[in-house]
């Protein structure tokens, strides 16, 4: 039967499926072949582990693995216990044995000794062999070098008897040949033709016998001390020679020519023997100097004193013409691709060089930096030539191979680009130190014409910073090279100003009216600086990388920054100096305890100090330069006049009332003390109005008369100063004012 309790499928015990922890069983985790690997680590074993399995049990593990070995051990050993105490019985006549091994072994030891020296001595006579065999075949080697070297020197000897013979029909005619001492008959070419065959025939040869000179080179380069070579060597140079004349002569009458097929074989023929420099010495001389000459003339019978300035512009267009016209060809032929040509620098070498001699002869002055302004003009139409050669590069680093010329370098070395800013720093820097070191300040002419016009600068000093930024930046000024020390400048020129203004300017005691004027040009320089010029400046620099532009774009901004933090010094000063002016006619408030000392006079009217408190601040606001101001900051100027000048006043008033409540009431003492030793009566004393009182009244007057002279200017003025002067009326002023039924405000 068929038991329907149990599952249809096998079940699996709990012991398979998470194993029987109180079994011999291991766990999951201990693997015992970790430990038979040759890599096995102990403390990475146990590192690994002990993350997931604790220390305790980790050891237990081990310590029941060991005791499994040892087991084991034991039971090896007892296994083969027998065979091994059995074997000490089967060692019988053991050193017999030996002797008999020990006579065969020394046999072949000896044989296999005398095989090693036989060998030995055929690897010796073997490496001799081959050692002969190599010094053999090099000797071969360099025996058919120097035969060869032999047979090409004859060859070349043999090639250079072959040139054609060159005979002038006239002095201005084309050149015809003579070939192999025969003269062409009358059947020959027409002249033209003839010459144009003579020169290509030649250039060929010339370019055969030149790949033939370079074979010698290559050959004789690792046999200059042989015998055999050094008695070549006249033989060779008198080859040289021949080729290097035969080879001018043709690539000479082929520049006169412009024969392109024969200046195309002779500059191959240059550079099969690597004497480039040659035929651009050639083409300089032949077809540069007189084009330059021309232009330029240096030779003393050529120059004219006086007859030209040293502007180099417009002979810079000339000469781009000259090249454009005589000179392209043997660029173009030069440029050919895969030609082999591309050695030559015709543009550096020839044309750059001869346009450099003929500016250090003929107008060295070009060169000097004492007349700054035609000295940039020259070094930038320099740069502008120099920008048209390349333009004749065919690639990057043909113009990188052509900047890397030595006339290249020397020719931008002739432009002392420090000398000329020392001059210009000297020139802009002085121009501003000198103006600055005037005595006061300077409005410009016609200052007050220009009244209400805000984009306007007051001062002849803040013009001149002005200039020399915007012309340390100009195109008549400004060297690109040059622009991080042009940068210096005009900071340190801002630097200068602002220095002038905070230290200089201030210790002056300078006029309210020339704090105005600074205020005013402060505030359009830093305005114009982080504007307009601050633009300009970074367009000129656009080339440059985003990081060298917001380094110059921050020291700007800097700088400006710090001109601009000069403002609050001086306006805190022109209110000091307007204040000061007010406080010579406070010192008469003094006065006041003196003129009711003693007296039973009343005060009835203000004390005529009062009119001039405020004049030194209504003579400011009608000033003509007080249009260059804006409300704001005149409000401000204002309020702080105003409040400097009645803090003033209340302070002086206090100190007087003050001083005469203490000097009464010390007399008052005394007084009454007297009259208790007599026995009189204080009443008529308390009845009488004290000094106090008058001083108070007095001052009171004093106050509503200020109060009516600060209605001349607008409501602004007027509530401020009222405000401030209210502040100063005490409430003893207020106590004798109303005790003596004075009309109130």
């Known amino acids: 039967m068929v038991d329907l309790r149990s599952p249809s499928l096998p079940s699996r015990s709990a012991v398979e499926l998470f194993g029987d922890p109180s079994g011999d069983s291991e766990p999951l985790w201990f693997k015992k072949s970790s430990f038979l690997r040759a890599d096995f680590d102990p403390e990475s074993y146990i590192a690994d582990l002990r993350t997931f399995v604790p220390l305790e049990s980790l050891g237990a593990e081990l310590r029941s693995h060991l005791a499994t070995l040892k087991s084991e051990l034991v039971e090896l050993i007892n296994r083969d216990y027998t065979d091994f105490v059995s074997l000490s019985t089967r060692l019988v006549d053991v050193d017999s044995s030996v002797a008999r091994m020990r006579a065969p072994l020394a046999e072949f030891r000896d044989k296999v000794a005398a095989f090693r020296i036989a060998v030995e001595n055929s690897l010796s006579s073997l490496r001799s062999g081959l050692r002969q065999r190599a010094e053999a075949s090099a000797a071969r080697e360099m025996l058919e070098r120097l035969l060869d070297t032999f047979h090409v020197v004859s060859k070349v000897e043999k090639l250079i008897k072959e040139l054609p013979i060159t ?69 060779i140079q008198s080859a040289t020679e021949l080729l290097d004349h035969s080879l001018g002569n043709c690539f000479k009458d082929g520049l006169e020519h412009h024969d392109e097929d024969a200046i195309y074989n002779c500059l191959r023929a240059y550079a099969a023997i690597d004497n480039t420099a040659a035929a651009e010495e050639i083409f300089r001389i032949v077809i540069v100097t007189p084009l330059i000459q021309k232009i330029i003339p240096y030779n003393q019978s050529q120059i004219i004193d006086g007859s030209s300035s040293d502007e180099l512009e417009e002979y810079y267009q000339k000469i781009r013409q000259s090249i454009k016209s005589d000179c392209k060809f043997i660029l173009d032929i030069s440029s050919i691709e895969n030609s082999g040509l591309h050695v030559f620098d015709f543009l550096a070498n020839s044309i750059l060089k001869e346009v450099l001699l003929a500016i250090q002869k003929g107008k060295p002055g070009a060169f000097s930096p004492g007349k700054p302004t035609e000295f940039l003009k020259n070094y930038k139409s320099s740069l502008g030539f120099l920008a048209y050669l390349e333009g004749y590069c065919s690639s990057k680093s043909a113009v990188s191979k052509f900047r890397l010329q030595a006339v290249y370098v020397d020719f931008m070395r002739q432009w002392n680009i420090g000398v000329y800013f020392s001059l210009r720093f000297q020139e802009i820097a002085g121009a501003l130190d000198s103006t600055l070191m005037a005595a006061s300040v300077t409005p410009v002419d016609n200052l007050y014409s220009n009244q209400g016009k805000s984009q306007i600068l007051t001062l002849k000093q803040s013009v001149m910073l002005l200039e020399s930024l915007r012309l340390c930046w100009s195109d008549d000024v400004l060297v690109i090279s040059c622009s991080d020390k042009f940068l210096r400048l005009s900071l340190q020129l801002l630097s200068r100003y602002s220095t002038w203004l905070s230290a200089g ?138 409040d400097r000048i009645t803090g003033r006043y209340y302070e002086m008033a206090a100190d007087v009332v003050n001083l005469a409540r203490k000097t009464e009431s010390s007399l008052l003492r005394l007084r009454q003390g007297a009259q208790r030793r007599v026995g009189a009566s204080s009443d008529a004393l308390d009845n009488n109005i004290s000094n106090t009182e008058k001083i108070c009244m007095q001052l009171f007057l004093d106050i509503q008369d200020l109060l009516e002279f600060a209605k001349f200017n607008d409501s602004v003025l007027l509530q401020g100063c009222i405000a401030l002067f209210f502040n100063i009326i005490s409430p003893a002023f207020s106590a004798c004012y109303f005790a003596l039924n004075y009309p109130c405000i």
């Open 505 to 642: 300017l201030l210790t002056r005691n300078a006029a309210a009216e020339d704090f105005i004027y600074v205020i005013h040009d402060v505030g359009f320089l830093v305005a114009e600086l982080r504007g307009n010029f601050l633009t300009h400046v970074l367009q000129l620099l656009e080339s440059c990388s985003t990081e060298v532009l917001d380094l110059v774009r921050r020291s700007i901004l800097q700088a400006v920054t710090s001109l601009n933090d000069t403002l609050p010094i001086v306006k805190n000063s022109m209110v000091e100096g307007i204040a000061e002016r007010s406080f010579e006619d406070l010192k008469q408030l003094k006065g006041i305890t003196a003129t009711y000392r003693m007296t039973d006079k009343l005060p009835v009217r203000h004390s005529p100090y009062v009119s001039g408190i405020l004049r030194p601040l209504k003579v400011f606001l009608d000033g003509d330069s007080v249009v260059y101001l804006n409300k704001e900051l005149l409000n401000w100027l204002l309020y702080s006049t105003a």
């Open 167 to 235: 005979v002038s029909i006239g002095p201005n005619a084309d050149l015809v040949h003579v070939e192999k001492g025969i003269l062409s008959n009358e059947n020959s070419l027409h002249p033209a033709e003839n010459g144009t065959n003579f020169r290509v025939t030649q250039s060929i040869l010339l370019e055969r016998i030149a790949s033939e000179m370079n074979r010698i080179k290559f050959s004789i380069s690792n046999a200059k001390d042989l015998p055999f070579i050094v008695n070549l060597e006249k033989r």
